[in-house]
């Protein structure tokens, strides 16, 4: 994160345009903070679970 005193967010994933040096850059210009999410994991969504049940 970089501002904790930026009024705007920027949520990003791990993707590799997200974690660019240019993306960093143009958030931090325009004064935006950024938050990335965590990594996907369908072991940790409750929904995957269920839906891989239901398809037994």
């Given at each position: ?20 040096k240019r993306s960093r ?32």
């Amino acid at each position: 994160m970089s501002d904790q005193g930026s009024k705007a967010w920027s949520r990003c994933y791990y993707a590799s345009f997200h974690k660019s040096k240019r993306s960093r850059e143009l958030i931090e210009f325009v004064k935006c903070s950024t938050i990335f999410l965590l990594p996907y994991s369908p072991d940790l969504n409750l929904i995957q679970k269920f839906w891989a049940n239901m398809k037994r």
